[in-house]
């Protein structure tokens, strides 16, 4: 019996437009003069890669991984980042949401971004159908069908981890797929555990990794699935898996006793099942090591971007400047050491869009440029949102003082007056002093009138920062200094401070991770001279941060085959192999390694990592998660958010440094944030399905 299905139709010029936008609804008039069966499609190459290239096509705005503000999908802002130019805003029901504020205080119900759980089910049921008759495709090789029936498989698999960590533990439909507009018995599916859905994906990505025919794309198809983001999304499966609050949560003893761990007794199925584990199973670290160590042997060869050492300085970067010799890395050349590469421009051009994704050997999974313009060109992107107002940017997304003070300084000590404010005063004073026309010079890269905390820092604090009278580089050709670089200060009244509107930096701390030096906006609508960057979805930094993290929780030492059974790893706690994860991205950083001490400390160092993590992926839609899988967001997301006083003028610079508390960024956190409310609508289709935590289950 022939049943009719819609399809989209999408032009595969090149493998990028598999991750072209299309409408939502699945009507197939809009494409088709006459409706097509599944016979038709799947007996047709073009129609069958059309077919898969609507699979992927629901992978964009709230199912990507960096993204702004927009549709009710946050995951950028942590205790790192903020945006501050929607407050208040009111709803038509009179309550104000879809702001920084009610974001931050959980004041956001379940119709707030639900389309990421609708869009995700129906790239699940499109890439099923596809995988269950690709086979019949005749104009197809037989080495071409098992590879696109292994990118629909990653794309499958792919959409139940980004719900896994958003919603928690979700419905797994089956294998042949459920449409969503069947009856309402056939989607009443209850949810699987954490640990099922975990292994489900992994399952699955490790069968599309042997479907998949390459651990390398040629440039035109450099967006497509490969074997090895594969196995990186099923290394994430796994961490997540292990870490606290889907394993056991405290039972390991080893997380902060303020944090509560009633998450997993009220977490349930419609039955009672518990859908978190209750107890503590430390296999589970080694399993994700495991899996980590996968994407760090296999045939692909990823490595970090690295930038070679630059002599020559231009208006748009400094030339390199060599961090304090430490007896070690500074001696050698990359990989062991920094002495021939420049630490500031291998981070800064990752993001800044001046190397092409088939150019950067770590990037692991990439939508592509322009993905859905949340990090370019809309009215939600970050790029818009970070350029100071000088450059017709927003001058709206900042940084916390907690962000700023996480990264080290040049030679890996912590800053002065670290967390001081925040400690209730305890600890180190801060520098105190500023940058003159006479010695600005000697704190490379600032300017003149400058204050001396942000000197002397760490290579990715000035690829990532925009402090008070940081440089932002000006190509607008209207500008008379165009060609040159602004010092871009944030005191009241001045061009980039407050000045009664709603655009201002609420810490006087501003972002340039993902601005290219020479983005500009002419006018508020311009979104021209944004050059095009690539989304990081899974870089191989953040593999080896988490090799490591999953190293360091081990006491006992465990045999675990390799994904293709090929070899076994001895998976245990051993230094040299935490080394492989942390002294690359401490190298490209151009920061010192930790001390034998701190590595021969589990709790130290499992502070150290998280740290790195903090400042290496900062900015990518990875800390917000991070702290609530660790089970940190209780704390870290309840303390107060400090910045600059930027009440104070140009005039009153030395009062303007005082680090104060921001009160118009409250903060707090409550165990129904871990995850993501249901929608309501989608409680009343299937039956079975349970509502998270705090959230409401029906009107």
């Given at each position: 019996m022939k049943k009719i299905f819609a399809t989209c139709i999408m032009s595969l010029a090149s493998a990028s437009v598999l991750l072209t936008s299309c409408a939502d609804e699945l009507d197939s008039d809009k494409y088709f003069e006459d409706r097509k069966t599944l016979e038709t499609v799947f007996t047709s190459r073009q129609q069958s890669e059309e077919w898969l290239a609507y699979a992927y096509s629901f992978m964009t705005n709230e199912l990507a991984d960096v993204i702004g503000k927009g549709n009710g999908h946050y995951h950028c802002f942590a205790d790192d980042m903020y945006y501050g130019d929607r407050d208040p805003q009111y709803g038509d029901d009179g309550e104000y949401r879809h702001t920084y504020n009610a974001f931050k205080l959980g004041e956001y119900d379940e119709d707030t971004g639900y389309w990421a759980w609708e869009k995700a089910y129906k790239g699940i049921f499109q890439a099923s159908v596809f995988i269950h008759n690709i086979d019949k495709n005749p104009q197809m090789t037989e080495e071409e069908r098992i590879d696109r029936k292994g990118q629909a498989r990653f794309a499958r698999a792919y959409y139940y981890w980004l719900l896994l960590r958003k919603y928690g533990p979700v419905?797994?439909?089956?294998?042949?797929?459920?449409?969503?507009?069947?009856?309402?018995?056939?989607?009443?599916?209850?949810?699987?555990?954490?640990?099922?859905?975990?292994?489900?994906?992994?399952?699955?990505?490790?069968?599309?990794?042997?479907?998949?025919?390459?651990?390398?794309?040629?440039?035109?198809?450099?967006?497509?699935?490969?074997?090895?983001?594969?196995?990186?999304?099923?290394?994430?499966?796994?961490v997540y898996a292990a870490s606290p609050l889907a394993n056991g949560q405290l039972s390991n003893g080893k997380h902060d006793p303020s944090v509560k761990d009633d998450i997993a007794k009220l977490l349930t199925n419609f039955d009672g099942k518990h859908l978190l584990s209750l107890e503590y199973d430390e296999s589970k670290w080694?399993?994700?090591?495991?899996?980590?160590?996968?994407?760090?042997?296999?045939?692909?060869?990823?490595?970090?971007?690295?930038?070679?050492?630059?002599?020559?300085?231009?208006?748009?970067?400094?030339?390199?400047?060599?961090p304090p010799a430490d007896g070690n890395f500074s001696t050698k050349n990359w990989p062991e050491g920094w002495a021939d590469i420049d630490p500031y421009l291998s981070y800064r051009q990752i993001f800044d869009g001046e190397v092409g994704m088939a150019d950067n050997p770590e990037l692991i999974f990439t939508r592509g440029y322009n993905m859905c313009d949340d990090i370019n060109n809309s009215i939600t992107s970050l790029v818009a949102h970070q350029l100071p107002s000088s450059l017709n940017g927003w001058n709206a997304h900042g940084m916390t003082q907690k962000m700023v003070d996480a990264y080290y300084m040049n030679d890996g000590s912590d800053v002065p007056g670290k967390d001081s404010e925040m400690n209730g005063g305890n600890g180190s004073e801060r520098v105190q002093g500023w940058t003159t026309a006479r010695n600005y010079r000697d704190y490379p890269p600032l300017a003149p009138n400058v204050s001396l905390q942000y000197a002397n820092r760490e290579p990715r604090f000035y690829a990532s920062v925009a402090f008070n009278g940081s440089k932002w580089w000006d190509t607008n050709p209207s500008h008379t200094t165009s060609g040159t670089y602004n010092a871009v200060f944030y005191y009241r009244g001045g061009d980039n401070g407050y000045t009664n509107s709603?655009?201002?930096?609420?810490?006087?701390?501003?972002i340039k991770k993902w601005v290219n030096p020479h983005d500009y906006r002419s006018t508020n609508g311009d979104y021209n001279h944004i050059q095009r960057k690539y989304e990081t979805a899974i870089r191989y930094a953040d593999i080896l941060l988490m090799y490591a993290e999953c190293l360091n929780e081990l006491t006992q030492s465990y045999t675990i085959d390799s994904w293709d059974g090929s070899k076994q790893y001895t998976i245990s706690r051993d230094v040299a192999e935490i080394k492989r994860g942390i002294q690359p991205v401490r190298i490209r950083a151009?920061?010192?390694?930790?001390?034998?001490?701190?590595?021969?400390?589990?709790?130290?160092?499992?502070?150290?990592?998280?740290?790195?993590?903090?400042?290496?992926?900062?900015?990518?839609?990875?800390?917000?998660?991070?702290?609530?899988?660790?089970?940190?967001?209780?704390?870290?997301?309840?303390?107060?958010?400090?910045?600059?006083?930027?009440?104070?003028?140009?005039?009153?610079?030395?009062?303007?440094?005082?680090?104060?508390?921001?009160?118009?960024?409250?903060?707090?956190?409550?165990?129904?944030?871990?995850?993501?409310?249901?929608?309501?609508?989608?409680?009343?289709?299937?039956?079975?399905?349970?509502?998270?935590?705090?959230?409401?289950?029906?009107?």
């Open positions: 419905p797994i439909m089956p294998d042949n797929g459920v449409d969503y507009t069947q009856n309402y018995e056939a989607v009443s599916i209850p949810r699987s555990t954490y640990e099922e859905c975990a292994v489900y994906i992994a399952t699955e990505m490790e069968q599309a990794a042997k479907e998949i025919q390459y651990w390398k794309r040629d440039p035109l198809n450099i967006v497509r699935p490969t074997k090895g983001a594969c196995l990186a999304a099923r290394a994430l499966a796994y080694a399993r994700a090591a495991a899996a980590c160590r996968d994407l760090m042997e296999c045939e692909a060869g990823y490595e970090l971007y690295h930038a070679p050492y630059n002599t020559v300085a231009t208006f748009d970067r400094d030339a390199t400047i060599d709603t655009r201002y930096l609420r810490t006087g701390i501003g151009g920061v010192p390694d930790y001390t034998a001490a701190e590595y021969a400390d589990r709790d130290v160092l499992r502070d150290k990592i998280k740290r790195e993590r903090m400042i290496e992926l900062m900015g990518e839609g990875k800390r917000y998660y991070d702290l609530r899988r660790w089970m940190d967001a209780q704390v870290e997301e309840s303390k107060i958010i400090y910045g600059c006083n930027i009440m104070m003028t140009a005039a009153q610079k030395d009062d303007f440094q005082k680090i104060v508390p921001i009160t118009s960024l409250p903060t707090t956190f409550s165990e129904k944030m871990y995850f993501w409310p249901i929608r309501k609508a989608e409680l009343k289709r299937n039956y079975k399905l349970t509502q998270n935590p705090g959230w409401q289950y029906y009107d």
